[in-house]
């Protein structure tokens, strides 16, 4: 959906820029002049053209174009196929022949996968990139960068109005590092947004709490692992693939040996049973028969340890590094599966954990060209980034092992949130670029950024996902600039200035602290004092009254900006929630006015009533409505 125009981000017009990459580096803006217009007072003055058999991706780009230009300028734009009469300016979707015409020897089979190119030559504007998805990608870089069209969330965009659009002189050739990106937030079940924000990978789990859109093929299609039947899991799959309750009985050696007894109960599979791997591989063929679209398929250990401990498995434990590093086994194990598996689906990736027990590399193995190794940093801080830290150097040096040895077979995982309680705040903001920047500097194909997949609230959520989202197509922009740019944009100038000053203080508090900030904090007082929420939540409402006040000022132009700082809000007062009784001791013992609620339960019944609102149905992960309604109840009954 296109949403009503707001403000211009940071008040600056984007009218005259233009993008420029050199070898593939941050696109950049730049001032250039152009006598090529668009659109003048209104009236299309260019047309767009497609390809004459246009695939349904270019046509969707065509009409995307068309769409937004059109609610840019007030003109009326058409979509023509080739052979399209030269007149005037034209905008050129797709594998046009006018663009092989215009650019020597350009083959857009040659351009790197989800690659863009856009070139000005003339009065032409050639859009295109990669067979797949790349007409669509560039024409969305093209109306976020060039235009200033700004997609906030599945439902809020910015559309700048001028009526005379005047083209940048472009030539902008670039790929993304990471083939497969998926930043994991509510907002990013929506297929279209996730298609405008360079997303293409679709995960579902277990717990969802809404329906995941996959991409349709018009706009790309997305990557997706198999979902499994029942449970609808995409994760975590030994259980999945050979449950208990059907074969433990008749075939106990197929589940782990622990302390000298087969066990499934929170166990594993014996990796090195051979009729047990032919009965897995039998019931994963048969899932990719059922669901010829997934292109992924989850060969994995369970959510737990209990790995197997019987004399063979040990005896190849030991062969690839020592008892206790199970990664080898693993990995034996799963590349013979890829090999019979791959015999008939060739293009289906197997893909496998590096993780708790799994996690360090083996000495021996190697993934087999079709397996993909998905390393997980679940034990992190996400305080400190990833790779220059002591509290991270054994995953650091985790990952460059893996890096050495999986070359375009690695996938990363990392943790975004706090899944004990996404209604907290989580100051790892900082981290964010530089961690995906790590991953991708040891060579991850893709990365997968797990966050508040459960929740239309928590931490700042949207500001997340589209940062995220903007980083994974390109890790090397510039995450505080995209932080202000979202902010100011979505926010207002002077209410995204407070919401930024709230955010640098509490990240400031837990940075000077140096805490280990786990991906399971419970609260926040190892990093934020009393003192601190005290003045975190000044700063809060600090934003809060600029926004009513921009909002009383201008009704109309900022209506729902109040709404939008007091679902923030929800996040600091779930603070004061399940520390009223320490905070108001702390007032007590400074001698100073309790700057919190008089009441606590009236709070209580506030905060659940503004979650009702805003329609969050969880609070953390592995939930579900009837979790959080029992956790509600829990709080008022502590008041």
């Not at 695939?55 to 769409?67: D, G, I, M, N, R």
């Not at 996938?411 to 996404?422: A, E, I, L, M």
Request: aromatic letters at 10%.
């Amino acid at each position: 959906m296109i949403a009503r125009s707001l403000e211009l981000v940071n008040g600056c017009t984007l009218a005259g820029l233009v993008l420029l990459t050199i070898n593939a580096q941050p696109l950049l803006l730049a001032h250039a002049e152009s006598s090529l217009q668009i659109a003048s007072a209104g009236t299309a003055s260019a047309q767009i053209v497609v390809p004459a058999a246009a695939t349904p991706v270019e046509l969707s780009a065509a009409h995307e174009l068309k769409a937004h230009l059109e609610g840019v300028t007030g003109a009326t734009f058409t979509v023509i196929r080739e052979p399209a009469p030269k007149s005037g300016a034209r905008l050129l979707v797709g594998n046009t022949a006018a663009a092989r015409t215009l650019i020597p020897g350009f083959d857009s089979a040659k351009i790197d996968y989800d690659g863009i190119v856009l070139k000005s030559v003339g009065n032409d504007l050639i859009l295109t990139g990669h067979p797949q998805r790349g007409a669509l990608y560039a024409v969305y870089t093209f109306l976020e960068d060039a235009v200033g069209v700004r997609w906030w969330t599945s439902e809020e965009a910015f559309i700048p109005k001028k009526p005379t659009l005047q083209l940048p002189v472009l030539d902008i050739h670039y790929a993304p590092k990471l083939r497969f990106r998926e930043s994991y937030y509510l907002d990013s079940f929506n297929a279209r947004f996730k298609t405008r924000l360079k997303g293409n990978f679709s995960s579902r789990t277990r717990y969802m709490l809404a329906p995941m859109e996959m991409i349709p093929e018009a706009y790309g299609g997305n990557h997706r692992l198999i979902h499994f039947k029942g449970r609808n899991s995409a994760y975590h799959s030994f259980y999945e693939l050979l449950p208990p309750a059907i074969y433990f009985k008749e075939h106990p050696e197929w589940y782990s040996e622990i302390k000298g007894k087969r066990t499934h109960k929170k166990a594993q599979l014996c990796l090195t049973n051979d009729e047990m791997r032919k009965e897995l591989t039998k019931n994963a063929l048969a899932l990719l028969r059922e669901d010829p679209g997934a292109d992924f398929i989850q060969i994995s250990q369970n959510d737990w340890s209990g790995r197997c401990q019987c004399a063979a498995c040990l005896a190849v434990e030991k062969e690839e590094g020592g008892i206790g590093t199970a990664a080898g086994l693993m990995l034996r194990f799963v590349n013979q599966v890829a090999e019979e598996i791959g015999r008939e689906f060739p293009n289906v990736f197997i893909e496998t954990f590096a993780y708790q027990y799994t996690r360090e590399a083996p000495a021996k193995a190697r993934p087999r060209h079709n397996v993909l190794v998905r390393l997980c940093d679940i034990e992190c801080s996400f305080l400190q980034p990833l790779e220059g830290s002591k509290e991270n150097e054994p995953f650091t040096s985790d990952l460059v092992a893996w890096s050495q040895i999986a070359g375009g077979n690695l996938f990363g995982w990392d943790y975004v949130t706090s899944f004990h309680s996404y209604m907290l705040p989580h100051p790892n903001l900082r981290v964010l670029a530089p961690n995906i920047r790590t991953f991708v500097k040891y060579g991850a194909t893709g990365l997968f950024q797990q966050g508040d997949a459960l929740c239309s609230a928590g931490d700042f959520v949207r500001l997340r996902h589209w940062v995220i989202s903007h980083l994974l197509w390109n890790p090397d922009l510039d995450a505080d600039q995209l932080i202000s740019t979202f902010l100011a944009g979505y926010y207002s100038e002077k209410t995204g200035q407070a919401l930024k000053n709230y955010l640098n203080f509490i990240h400031d508090r837990a940075e000077e602290a140096g805490v280990y900030l786990r991906c399971y904090q419970k609260n926040v007082t190892q990093w934020l004092n009393a003192d601190s929420i005290f003045e975190a939540t000044r700063l809060m409402e600090v934003a809060l009254k600029t926004a009513q006040e921009e909002e009383a000022a201008d009704p109309v132009g900022k209506q729902g900006l109040e709404d939008k700082v007091l679902r923030e809000k929800l996040s600091i007062d779930h603070v004061w929630l399940i520390n009223d009784p320490m905070l108001r001791h702390h007032a007590k013992e400074r001698g100073i006015t309790f700057p919190g609620p008089v009441d606590p339960l009236t709070a209580c019944h506030a905060w659940i009533a503004a979650c009702e609102r805003f329609n969050v149905q969880a609070y953390r992960e592995t939930t579900s409505a009837e979790t959080f309604a029992k956790y509600k109840e829990k709080l008022q009954s502590r008041k």
